[in-house]
């Protein structure tokens, strides 16, 4: 049998991107005033090297200096258009007008394509 997971009991298994933002700022400032090197600054500023290297020479296409972005993807609409959405989402729920998930989906298409927002479907 069996045994279920828990969420709350959920342990983090790996460090992938536990840098902070302004270690990342720190590093790059380094690098590019020529105070130390790609390695040493990595150290120093507890930031992988592959990733401040790609920060570095603008290999990164989805994320760009010191924004963290984890995944391939990217939000299709922006925070506050997202947040109206929420908004919009909640109060009829509040009604007892539920979306399901399909719902969701179609809503959020139409937005995006009222707002020509390039949309990856």
Known sequence: MKTLRIVYSYKRKTNRGSWSQADMAKALEAVRTNEMGW????????????TLRCRGNNKNKIATNTKKHLGRFKPVLNDEVGAAVVKHILDLQSRFF????????KLSYNIAEKNENQAPF
Request: proline content about 5%; charged content about 15%; glycine content about 4%.
């Open 39 to 50: 390695l040493k600054a990595s150290q120093i500023y507890n930031v992988p090297t592959a």
């Open 98 to 105: 539920g979306l399901t998930t399909m719902d969701v989906r």
